[in-house]
Structure formats: C-alpha cells, structure tokens
Nanobody, 116 residues
Framework: QVQLIESGGGLVQPGGSLRLSCAIS????????MGWYRQAPGKQRELVAAISPTGIDKYPSATKGRFTISRDSARNTLYLQMDNLKTEDAAVYYCNKFPASDTDSWGQGTQVTVSS
C-alpha cells in the first residue's frame, strides 16, 4: 500500500516562499510520473506541477515560473519549491502519482496559507 506524507506547509506573506516535501513509500515512485496538487475550500483539486520519471517537469499557467517540482529517487521524496506566493495559492497541497484521480489513495496534505 502506498503511503504519501506531505509536509512543509505553513503561513507565509504574499511574495514569500515555501518548500513542500512528500515522503513516498510503496512502489509508485520509481516508474510513475509524480505530481503536486492543491485544493482550496469550495474548489476542485487541481494539478500545480508534475514531473516524469526522467525528470521532465510541467506546470499549468497559474504556477509556471513560480513553482518548481523535483524528485529525489534515492530518498523516495518529492519536493515543491514555491516562490512569489500569492493569496490565491492558499490551499491544502497533496502529492500523488501523475495522473491521479479522486479514487486513488491520498495523504492528509499540508496546509499553505498566504496572508499578510
């Protein structure tokens, strides 16, 4: 069974930075694309960054140029560096394989709050 443990969230001012981490157990990390997702209150979960097994990353327009996803295969850990944070980035952030669906197993997520 896959376990996903997200950490690194917190309160940050607009323009600030945070680095999220995701410890991944199980067999999905090596052969799978991985992604970071977020869900704000009243909204659907959305993809914010994805990375292929070979390290090719991609981002939606909302996060491109501000977020950077990376993976450490030796540690089975996924990272998300978030810079120039905006109030609209506030959400619970999750990691999972990419693509993932609501029927997949999800972790608890980590809360990111962007406020002055």
């Amino acid at each position: 069974q896959v376990q996903l443990i997200e950490s690194g969230g917190g309160l940050v001012q607009p323009g600030g930075s945070l680095r999220l981490s995701c410890a991944i157990s199980g067999s999905i990390f090596g052969p799978s694309g991985m992604g970071w997702y977020r869900q704000a209150p009243g909204k659907q979960r959305e993809l914010v960054a994805a990375i292929s097994p070979t390290g090719i990353d991609k981002y939606p327009s909302a996060t491109k140029g501000r977020f950077t996803i990376s993976r450490d295969s030796a540690r089975n850990t996924l990272y998300l560096q978030m810079d120039n944070l905006k109030t609209e980035d506030a959400a619970v952030y999750y990691c999972n394989k990419f693509p993932a669906s609501d029927t997949d197993s999800w972790g608890q997520g980590t809360q990111v709050t962007v406020s002055s």
